[in-house]
């Protein structure tokens, strides 16, 4: 299956299942990143809740991040 099939494919799926799709490809581009996954490993392993995000925070920020 080429390229241009593919995309031609994805194109007539529903909306849900595109994001599936780019989330998944994501995933694959963000696991082969080794500074990204430092970043988060950082991120995870603070300790100092003054830098912690509440989900509340990140869902604004993330719904904004989408505009």
Known sequence: MSMAEIMRE???WPAERQNELAAFLLHLR???DSAWRSEMTRRIDDKNPANWVSLTEWKKASEASEK
């Open 10 to 12: 994805v194109a007539d």
């Open 30 to 32: 963000l696991e082969k």
